[in-house]
């Protein structure tokens, strides 16, 4: 039985990123199609009208959208490498804490780095404050998800890798390494697993292209 | 009397902490409704949800769950012998969760918008509302397949997560004298929201639409008079 899984996504986005570990974590062979956001293709448009947004998974035929919507479709559809635990008190928890890195995390550290001048500075108080947060979670386990990546630690490479490759092609300092040991380690750990290396777009080409779209005065996302 | 062992924080005027007591009310599960003082934050509520301080809360035992879908999501995987509020089948659970986090993030920020909107701003508001409401019409005819609700025979996931608007929508429409879900362009909904409303489940938490207006005016007096609150 043939199955057919395609992701179209942008190379550099985390939040494609995140589909890829996934896939990669339960074994799936996917294809991969690249999108150029200030082209998009008539494909992409076709399964997303609503938001016309990658990551789009295509599975048989059939869309399925918005990165945390695709993630728990593929811990449903494929067995294997659980991404979500088996309590529902535990999965209320890992939902929780992928919907703060969502809704708080991200938006913070983006504008920190990439935001209007004026909104740079609290932004990066923000990061200060959501980093701490997730700091004081972390407690003394090596990941998110116990011992093993889950949901929160692949939703998490927004500050697992694009962190980091944003304070560097934004030059400025987000993570504070005495404040944050914890959430080091829990980098380090992150970017030491096999499966999320595999996932990870070229640091270098990312840092270059972030700096060309966002710094030359191309102000959309 | 015993003491339920689930409890609920919120605020009868909140469509968020309307979805968990109607998600409770589906699975038959007896619970305290613990409300908060309007203008206040009770010791409970900022111990129990200490990173965002809001309602609604769900207390099991003494494990707190917090963020309106995510309980709703809980309270149908734990108690497992009442109806289910999400399909089994993956993808149709994926239909569900899109159009959620879509009423959610788009949905209700144009719905407040109008709200609050003035002038010019005003018809740009209530074109994203109709435009809104024009692609949630489209999919339920999609996800109900000829059913009473987005979830078929039964209140589901997407019924809760939209429905628990329609008495904020009902204010809208009179604040702002102007018909949002209607026969000719929204039919499918029209009927589906009488159908919802009227649901066992629903009846007894969805507040009266006159109830809300007063509430509506009073908040709106509180915002001339301060900055908008952050959300």
């Known amino acids: ?221 | 009397m015993a003491k339920n062992d689930v409890k609920v924080l919120g605020a009868w005027p909140s469509p968020y902490v309307m979805r968990p007591r109607i998600a409770l009310n589906i699975k038959s599960v007896n619970y305290d409704f613990l409300e908060e003082t309007f203008g206040s934050k009770s010791e409970l509520l900022l111990q129990s949800n200490p990173v965002h301080k809001k309602v609604p809360v769900l207390i099991h035992g003494d494990k707190p769950i917090c963020e309106s879908m995510i309980i709703v999501e809980y309270i149908d995987e734990v108690w497992t012998s009442g109806p289910s509020i999400l399909p089994s089948d993956p993808y149709d659970r994926a239909i569900q969760r899109f159009w959620a986090a879509y009423v959610d993030e788009k949905f209700f920020a144009a719905m407040k918008g109008l709200r609050s909107a003035q002038g010019e701003e005003r018809k740009a508001f209530l074109d994203q509302v109709t435009e809104g409401l024009a692609l949630l019409e489209e999919a339920f005819g999609k996800c109900s397949k000829g059913k009473a609700f987005f979830g078929g025979d039964r209140i589901g996931l997407l019924d809760i997560a939209f429905g628990s608007f329609l008495g904020w929508l009902k204010v809208t429409e009179k604040v702002n004298g102007v018909k949002l879900l209607d026969e000719a362009k929204t039919p499918g909904l029209v009927k589906w929201a009488e159908r919802f409303c009227a649901d066992a489940a629903v009846k007894s938490v969805m507040p009266e639409t006159e109830k809300l207006l007063e509430v509506s005016k009073v908040l709106a007096a509180k915002m001339k008079g301060a900055p908008p609150p952050k959300n």
């Open chain 1, 1 to 221: 039985m043939a199955e057919e899984v395609v992701l179209f996504g942008v190379r550099g986005s985390p939040f494609t990123c995140r589909i890829e570990i996934a896939l990669k974590l339960k074994g799936v062979q996917y294809k991969y199609i690249n999108e150029d956001l200030d082209n998009k293709s008539p494909l992409l448009l076709k399964y997303n009208p609503v938001h016309k947004k990658v990551p789009v998974l295509v599975h048989n035929g059939k869309p399925v959208l918005e990165s945390l919507v695709i993630l728990e479709y593929i811990d449903e559809t494929w067995q294997g490498y659980p991404i979500l635990p088996e309590d529902p008190y535990e999965r209320a928890t890992a939902r929780f804490w992928a919907k703060f890195i969502d809704d708080k995390c991200f938006p913070a550290i983006f504008k920190s780095c990439w935001g209007e001048e004026k909104e740079r500075e609290k932004a990066v108080e923000e990061v200060s404050v959501v980093l701490k947060i997730l700091e004081d979670e972390l407690k003394e386990k090596k990941f998110f998800g116990g011992e093993n990546v889950g949901l929160v630690d692949i939703v998490a490479v927004v500050i697992g890798f694009s962190l980091g490759v944003y304070e560097e092609a934004a030059r400025v300092e987000l993570l504070n390494k005495e404040k944050l040991p914890r959430l080091c380690n829990w980098i380090d750990e992150f970017l030491s697993n096999s499966f999320i290396k595999e996932s990870l777009p070229p640091r270098d080409k990312l840092i270059a292209s972030l700096r060309n779209r966002f710094r030359s005065g191309n102000a959309s996302k």
